[in-house]
């Protein structure tokens, strides 16, 4: 098997706020294989969006690694950080508000080509008339401004932005949970057939679980900045083994999953991510709790055939 596109290796993000210090991510530790996508979930604060900015460096790390294509991301400076900014791009959750009022389509999309210098205005102009042409915009919307369009089309400049440098990784966080339902479902086939003819990997964070497993290869479940769970989708979905995975999946609309599970009342909030619980940090809320779990924090672990548990259950 070939190497995978992207080694994440114990990444920690911690915030210092005024009462101590939140841990966001937490030791999170993952690879990518190229042209697969990754689903992360959890609930929100769980630190999954975290996981996304930190990998691309929006912001930086508290510790750990992040390779990409055998090249140390974190150590990067200057220049090849520049080169690697076209490599890894995002697309963000709330289209409106990652845009500027004040640029058009055209200028939007043609923006990271500016700022990287590529092309003459005339190539550029051309290349956002392909990306538009890509991500289903009409060319009549090129000196349209965002208030002008409705949540779908909005969305689509924010994908065509992402691509313009051609990327081959793409941080999806919360792509389409600002979106009207019936809309969700077009920028969701849109992002599977543009990964599908531009070969892309995607890192695709939710909240939402049945929109992460229209997309995923593989899904992670995040908790309390942990990964508790991570497999192909069909073994998580079909074989979900961790607690808490569990209790999200039985929250889900059976309609939805087409599967009849037992509903799973998670009881308490989610404990602080200033002052977690010991050992097991989703303990506070498991109802299989055992003297261990506040003792010793269960490692990930791989049950075989790379379902990787971090739980002290053996089932
Ligand atoms: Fe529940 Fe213990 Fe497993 Fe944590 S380690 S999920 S508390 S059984």
Avoid: W
């Amino acid at each position: 098997m070939s190497e995978p596109l992207m080694v994440v290796k114990d990444l920690k993000k911690y915030f210092k706020v005024a009462g101590g210090v939140v841990h966001a991510v937490d030791g999170v530790s993952f690879t990518l294989n190229e042209g697969e996508t990754l689903g992360l979930v959890g609930e929100s604060g769980c630190g999954k969006s975290t996981t996304g900015r930190v990998i691309l460096r929006l912001t930086e790390p508290t510790s750990g690694s992040v390779t990409y294509k055998g090249q140390d991301v974190l150590a990067l400076q200057g220049r090849e950080m520049a080169a690697m900014r076209e490599e890894m791009q995002m697309i963000f959750q709330d289209p409106f508000s990652s845009l500027d009022p004040r640029k058009t389509v055209g200028g939007t999309i043609g923006k990271p080509l500016y700022i990287h210098k590529v092309g003459t205005r005339a190539e550029r102009e051309r290349r956002v008339e392909e990306l538009m042409d890509f991500v289903g915009l009409s060319p009549q919307l090129y000196n349209k401004y965002p208030h002008e369009l409705d949540g779908g089309r909005r969305q689509r400049v924010g994908i065509a932005r992402a691509l313009a440098l051609k990327p081959n990784f793409i941080v999806c966080d919360e792509p389409v949970s600002a979106l009207d339902v019936s809309i969700q479902a077009q920028i969701l086939n849109l992002l599977s057939e543009l990964q599908e003819r531009l070969r892309l990997t995607y890192l695709f964070v939710s909240h939402d679980l049945s929109v992460i497993r229209h997309l995923s290869d593989r899904v992670a479940v995040m908790y309390l900045g942990k990964i508790v769970e991570l497999a192909a989708t069909r073994d998580l979905f079909g074989n979900t083994l961790h607690p808490y995975s569990q209790a999200l999946l039985s929250a889900v609309p059976i309609a939805r999953l087409r599967r009849r599970r037992e509903r799973i009342i998670l009881t308490g909030g989610v404990p602080s991510p200033i002052n977690p619980p010991s050992g097991c940090r989703f303990r506070t809320r498991c109802r299989h709790e055992m003297p261990l779990c506040a003792e010793q924090e269960p490692p990930l672990t791989d049950r075989g055939g790379g379902h990787f548990v971090a739980c002290h259950l053996e089932n």
